[in-house]
Protein backbone atom coordinates (compact mmCIF):
# COMPACT_ATOMS: atom_id res chain seq x y z
CA UNK A 1 0.00 0.00 0.00
CA UNK A 2 1.28 3.82 -0.91
CA UNK A 3 1.80 6.40 1.45
CA UNK A 4 -1.62 8.24 1.50
CA UNK A 5 0.27 11.15 3.22
CA UNK A 6 3.71 11.15 2.11
CA UNK A 7 6.20 13.79 3.22
CA UNK A 8 8.17 16.10 0.06
CA UNK A 9 11.30 17.64 1.71
CA UNK A 10 12.00 21.03 0.58
CA UNK A 11 15.40 20.27 -1.66
CA UNK A 12 12.20 17.91 -3.74
CA UNK A 13 10.46 20.60 -3.72
CA UNK A 14 12.77 23.15 -5.14
CA UNK A 15 14.11 21.00 -7.64
CA UNK A 16 10.15 20.14 -9.26
CA UNK A 17 9.60 21.07 -12.95
CA UNK A 18 13.47 21.95 -13.63
CA UNK A 19 15.14 19.99 -16.80
CA UNK A 20 17.63 17.90 -16.07
CA UNK A 21 19.54 17.93 -18.75
CA UNK A 22 18.52 21.45 -20.52
CA UNK A 23 21.96 22.61 -20.67
CA UNK A 24 22.82 19.50 -22.63
CA UNK A 25 20.39 19.64 -25.18
CA UNK A 26 18.79 21.51 -27.95
CA UNK A 27 14.92 22.15 -28.69
CA UNK A 28 13.86 19.26 -30.99
CA UNK A 29 14.11 18.44 -34.34
CA UNK A 30 11.17 16.96 -36.26
CA UNK A 31 11.97 15.48 -39.91
CA UNK A 32 9.80 13.22 -41.75
CA UNK A 33 11.06 10.16 -44.10
CA UNK A 34 9.25 8.79 -46.65
CA UNK A 35 7.01 5.55 -45.87
CA UNK A 36 9.46 2.51 -46.73
CA UNK A 37 12.24 4.27 -44.63
CA UNK A 38 9.96 5.34 -41.57
CA UNK A 39 8.80 1.58 -41.62
CA UNK A 40 12.34 0.47 -40.77
CA UNK A 41 12.56 2.68 -38.30
CA UNK A 42 9.95 2.50 -36.63
CA UNK A 43 10.77 -1.37 -36.09
CA UNK A 44 14.12 -0.14 -34.35
CA UNK A 45 14.33 -0.37 -30.72
CA UNK A 46 15.83 2.70 -30.46
CA UNK A 47 15.22 4.73 -33.31
CA UNK A 48 15.85 8.50 -32.16
CA UNK A 49 19.75 7.22 -31.03
CA UNK A 50 19.88 5.11 -34.35
CA UNK A 51 19.18 8.95 -35.93
CA UNK A 52 21.13 11.06 -33.58
CA UNK A 53 24.59 8.80 -34.45
CA UNK A 54 23.29 8.75 -38.14
CA UNK A 55 23.04 12.61 -38.26
CA UNK A 56 26.94 13.01 -36.01
CA UNK A 57 28.72 10.22 -38.23
CA UNK A 58 27.17 12.25 -41.66
CA UNK A 59 28.66 16.09 -39.85
CA UNK A 60 31.88 14.42 -39.10
CA UNK A 61 32.30 13.13 -42.09
CA UNK A 62 31.08 16.29 -44.09
CA UNK A 63 33.41 18.24 -41.91
CA UNK A 64 36.61 16.11 -42.93
CA UNK A 65 35.76 16.28 -46.22
CA UNK A 66 35.47 20.21 -46.06
CA UNK A 67 38.67 20.97 -43.83
CA UNK A 68 40.34 18.83 -46.27
CA UNK A 69 39.18 21.16 -48.68
CA UNK A 70 39.93 24.48 -47.20
CA UNK A 71 43.44 22.91 -46.16
CA UNK A 72 44.20 22.05 -49.93
CA UNK A 73 43.56 25.85 -51.09
CA UNK A 74 45.71 27.65 -48.49
CA UNK A 75 48.25 25.31 -49.94
Same mark, same amino acid.
Given at each position: ?8 ? #??? %???? !?? *??? &? ?12 ? #??? %???? !?? *??? &? ?24 ? &??
Amino acid at each position: MSNPSPTQS #PSF %LAEQ !GK *PRY &AALLASPIGVRFPV #PVA %LLLH !GL *PNK &AEFIRQAVLEKLEKDSAVQMEAIAKN &AR
